[in-house]
């Protein structure tokens, strides 16, 4: 298994645009995270799936933030109306269980013009 | 809520060792973890305590006391590969948050010649 992978790597969208990330997890991982990073600072929590079922999203999570994970596979994070403040290095994990590690993709690097 | 402290920024030399403090305060906790992350790329697992006492992996150590909110990660014999940011992670357990890490802001580990 090549780990989580997320696609795409880079995006720049033009401030009020829509963009939407993919997140892989490893296979046989149930559980999925979305955190955000900003420049020096550690990820924040953003959402957590258990199979296909969104069982938590943080209050960081404004209206235009929405997650979906259809069939317990990949998920995707869509950002409606992006602003400048949303820029930052989107990261998304996934573990077996809930006493296991978390695995963490390469992020999404999204730059609001 | 979690509030989790360490500091910015070490230094130290190749070769010697280095203790990163963590300072945790949380309303549920269900364990530490310890990631280490390069520049532009993806945290990466380095230890978990759950119980008090010292873990030791390698070159890399952690230690817990849950009494006093309180975890260092420790790194002998420093290599200029160590050269990193360490983020300190509390995992929540509150009903169906489950996994839910809280980072603090990272350290920044320089490593020089």
């Known amino acids: 298994d090549t780990g989580v992978s997320q696609d795409p790597r880079h995006k720049i969208t033009k401030r009020g645009q829509n963009v939407t990330f993919r997140c892989d997890p490893i296979?046989?991982?149930?559980?999925l995270y979305w955190y955000r990073q900003t420049l020096g600072q550690g990820p924040e929590f953003l959402t957590y799936f258990q199979n296909e079922a969104q069982l938590e999203k943080s209050r960081l999570l404004s209206d235009r933030f929405s997650a979906e994970r259809p069939k317990g596979s990949f998920s995707t994070l869509e950002i409606q109306r992006t602003e400048q403040g949303d820029s930052a290095m989107y990261l998304c994990?996934?573990?077996?269980?809930?006493?296991?590690?978390?695995?963490f993709g390469p992020g999404t690097r999204l730059t609001v013009l | 809520g979690q509030n989790i402290d360490q500091p910015t920024e070490m230094t130290a030399t190749e070769g010697a060792i280095v203790q990163i403090n963590c300072t945790y305060q949380t309303s549920g906790f269900n364990g530490l973890f310890w990631y280490q992350q390069h520049a532009g790329e993806a945290p990466t697992f380095l230890s978990y305590?759950?119980?008090?006492g010292l873990e030791e992996k390698g070159r890399f150590s952690s230690f817990l006391s849950r009494s006093k909110g309180y975890s260092y990660l420790l790194l002998k014999e420093l290599q200029m590969k160590d050269s990193a940011s360490y983020l300190c992670a509390v995992r929540d357990y509150r009903g169906a948050a489950g996994n839910k890490l809280t980072f603090g802001g990272g350290t920044r580990v320089l490593v020089k010649p």
């Open positions: 994990a996934s573990s077996e269980g809930t006493e296991q590690q978390q695995f």
């Open positions: 305590n759950v119980l008090d």
């Open positions: 296979s046989e991982h149930n559980r």
